[in-house]
């Protein structure tokens, strides 16, 4: 994105509107930068898509007409992050909801506490879910977002995101008690 | 042994989506099924793994930087890059609670003859934004009172008292030392969900006084005193958690 257009996106907006979306979008840049950290590939991704998401949701600030901020910029910020990752070639439809339904037996909470109870694993697992399945879990689990919002932010019906996250948690679990093939290898070298 | 509600209802129950009464059937249901109830200690225990391995990255401070220099100081029209981004980032923040704060508030507060609360609060948000900032937040990370409290001996000529809310959904994150307008204070740091809260503590001599809330770029605060002590509680929850905060400590 070039100066010129962004200058042009500004001078739209008089000095009003500049400092409601100071007080009103700003303070959620967190909440931004965590989401496309975790649906990008890497913290610098993240920072540039961040960056272009905020300045995105300035553009488009005349359309919004109050409501939730928060998310608000993060369906732009997860917009403007699926682009990212399509014209990077991340993203795979058939990785899309796609798992079988059925219920299986759940993993014991002693094993996943275990299992849970390291940070990099667990960034590890969330790293190799697909991303839709990703987005769902950092939405509710790291954002505190509600079923409402997360159904904003991901532009789907209120009444799917109940089992978006039953699928995403299961995933989870399995990824995290069930390692990798890369994990075993690496305890295979350090023995 | 499985139960076609730990693909559904199981979830909206752990996360406190479900109406009261859809709630109740599920917790009666909990009573006869062994599988909803290994799932659910399951998902919780995974949901704290999550909530304990500090996975929430927040916006680094060159990114806040590039979007303040593209959003410009208030009032101007034109794009001005900025070039020494730290002296002018603070100064680009002063000029956008002056914005930010309406003239309306501006004439209340001075009508009140309360210029310096009006300047306290500015400070008072300053610091809570630099400690949002990569290893700001805390000195000594704890969720244990015990430890909090006598970490804070010998480093001040004050007992800031220290209560971990957990109970009450503010778990006590940890502590530090900060300076607001040039004197040190103690800081208490409570977790809402994923809010954060940084409750600023000073010894007074002024009388207790009545907790007096306000907002600035859109982070809200209230300030109190009690026993001796101010207190300034500062967060971008919402301003009823933040009450809810405020008479817990006041208690």
Known sequence: MSDGVEGKA????????????????????DAAFNLSRWLLHGRA?????????????????????????????????????????????????STEFDEELHPQ????????????????????????????????????????CSYKEIATITSVPIGTVMSALARARQRLQRVLTQPAAHQKEEAGRDL | MTCELTQTVLHGYLDGELDAARAADFERHLISCGA??????????????????????????????????QLGPPGRSSVVPVRNAVPWRWLAIAATVLVAVSIGWLAVSLLNGSRGEYAMASAIVDAHLRSLQPGHLEDVQSTDQHTVKPWFDGKLDFAPPVH????????????RLDVVRGRTVAVLVYARRKHLINVFIWPTTE?????????????HWIDWRKGGMEMYAVSDVAPDDLTELQQLLAQ
């Open chain 1, 10 to 29: 500004l001078d739209v907006l008089d000095s009003q509107d500049r400092a409601r979306f100071e007080q009103l979008v700003l303070p959620h840049l």
């Open chain 1, 45 to 93: 991704d993240a920072e540039d898509v961040a960056q272009e998401a905020t300045l995105r949701a300035l553009r488009f600030f005349r359309g919004f007409h109050g409501g939730d901020a928060r998310a608000w910029l993060l369906q732009i910020v997860r917009n403007t992050c699926y682009t990212w990752l399509e014209k990077n070639r991340y993203v795979n439809s």
């Open chain 1, 105 to 144: 037996p759940s993993v014991s909470p002693e094993t996943l506490a275990i299992a849970g109870d390291n940070r990099e694993r667990l960034t590890r697992a969330l790293e190799e879910l697909p991303v839709r399945f990703r987005e769902v879990l950092i939405l509710r689990e790291l954002e505190g």
């Open chain 2, 36 to 69: 909803c109830v290994a799932a659910l200690e399951t998902h919780e225990s995974l949901r704290s793994s999550l909530l304990h391995a500090r996975l929430y990255e927040r916006a680094p401070k060159a990114l806040r930087q590039k979007i303040q220099a």
């Open chain 2, 164 to 175: 971990d809310f957990a109970n009450q959904k503010f778990p006590l994150q940890g502590g």
């Open chain 2, 207 to 219: 009388p207790d006084s009545e907790p007096h809330s306000g907002s600035q770029l859109g982070y």
